[in-house]
């Protein structure tokens, strides 16, 4: 329910990102579909990737996020305050969603850790 004083920059469930280091890991469609809206939030973006699509390189071109075009290697998260796993690799993505665990980094992978049986 939308109070008065909601802050219409806070990221889909309330995350203000306004500022803080968010570091995504992928380049091609699924990292493009977030990019907007996390940059509408006035996050300071990063993203990692091998190769990236001409969406992703236009918003590098003009200021809008850094690009680095090369593997995901630990420690890429320093610094970060909210991490994407946007590969289509299962074993990097666990290793995002891991160093972000390890680190205290809030994390959205495509490939989440199995949830242990109740």
């Known amino acids: 329910m939308p109070t008065e004083n909601a802050d219409e920059t806070n990221y889909l469930v309330g995350l203000n990102l306004s500022g803080r280091r968010v570091v995504v890991v992928g380049g091609g469609s699924v990292a493009q579909r977030r990019l907007g809206l ?3 939030s006035g996050a300071d973006i990063h993203v990692v990737a091998r190769a990236a699509t ?3 390189d236009s918003m590098a071109a003009k200021g809008q996020i850094t690009l680095e ?3 995901y290697v630990d420690g ?3 610094g970060a305050w909210y991490a994407m796993a946007c ?3 299962s ?3 666990a290793a995002i969603v ?3 665990n390890d680190a205290g980094c809030s994390v959205c992978g495509r490939t989440m850790p199995e949830r242990e049986a109740r």
């Open 98 to 100: 891991a160093e972000a």
């Open 54 to 56: 001409p969406v992703i």
């Open 87 to 89: 590969t289509d690799e």
């Open 69 to 71: 075009l090369r593997d």
């Open 76 to 78: 890429d998260l320093d």
């Open 91 to 93: 074993g990097t993505n």
């Open 38 to 40: 996390l940059a509408s």
